[in-house]
């Protein structure tokens, strides 16, 4: 059951899912028409570990660990908003040293410590997810981290409660269509009633046809609209 609204919500989607280490996204690996994806993995998510870790005891390894993500994220801030290219350069060149060495010393603390223990399974977390953790040294696309979604569904998340009234399963799809095309808005620095309101009238009185519903995606629709008010002054 944790596999099917994963693999049944991505299954048209192709290419790198950037997921945090939810059990049930590992059957979205495989597409129904044999296409394979990948999936890039939160280091948000390996690095709470550590961080509560730290909090709770003050382990010395875990703050190491700390300050080895703090390191990582220090080369993030510095290239956040420049090209793809320049952002998989520079993670070439520094982080992908600092991640290897990263990598070998976890395993030798894992060597150290008891296998039963919470840090061992934060460094089991870690290395199990490593080739996923650190896609995004390949991918100048990619963040560190899901902290961009996580930040786009909180309001979702805080009135969960409200979900109680969507009244049955197809009222949820409902509930989560409306909300992926909210936030997707929004993503896209688009007002989400200016767009859908625009976007239903075109629909529904027919002046955008089926075969052209993609110039009504929030990025194009922006677009267009950026180039009529452009040719109107």
């Known amino acids: 059951m944790a596999a099917l609204r994963?693999?049944?919500?991505?299954?048209?989607?192709?290419?790198?899912?950037?997921?945090?280490?939810?059990?049930?996204?590992g059957a979205v690996l495989q597409g129904e028409h044999g296409d394979t994806r990948e999936l890039a993995y939160c280091f948000a998510h390996a690095r709470r570990k550590f961080y509560d870790l730290y909090v709770s005891d003050a382990s010395p390894i875990a703050g190491e660990a700390l300050q080895r993500i703090a390191a990582l994220y220090k080369i993030e801030s510095e290239i956040r908003g420049?090209?793809?290219?320049?952002?998989?350069?520079?993670?070439?060149?520094?982080?992908?040293?600092?991640?290897?060495?990263?990598?070998?010393?976890?395993?030798?603390?894992?060597?150290?410590?008891?296998?039963?223990?919470?840090?061992?399974?934060?460094?089991?977390?870690?290395?199990t997810h490593w080739t996923g953790l650190t896609r995004f040294l390949d991918d100048g696309r990619l963040d560190m981290d899901t902290n961009a979604v996580e930040r786009a569904i909180k309001p979702i998340v805080i009135t969960r409660k409200n979900s109680l009234f969507a009244g049955s399963d197809s009222g949820g799809r409902h509930w989560s269509i409306a909300a992926s095309l909210i936030q997707s808005a929004r993503l896209n620095d688009v007002d989400p009633l200016a767009w859908l309101t625009d976007v239903l009238t075109r629909i529904v009185t027919g002046q955008t046809k089926q075969n052209d519903l993609a110039t009504l995606l929030p990025w194009n629709w922006k677009d267009a609209k950026t180039a009529e008010a452009s040719d109107s002054s």
């Open 6 to 25: 994963p693999a049944s919500h991505l299954q048209d989607l192709a290419g790198v899912i950037q997921v945090d280490g939810y059990q049930g996204f």
């Open 82 to 127: 420049t090209s793809e290219a320049h952002r998989r350069s520079v993670r070439q060149q520094r982080s992908r040293p600092l991640l290897e060495e990263m990598h070998e010393w976890l395993v030798r603390q894992l060597a150290r410590i008891s296998g039963s223990s919470d840090l061992a399974k934060a460094i089991r977390y870690s290395l």
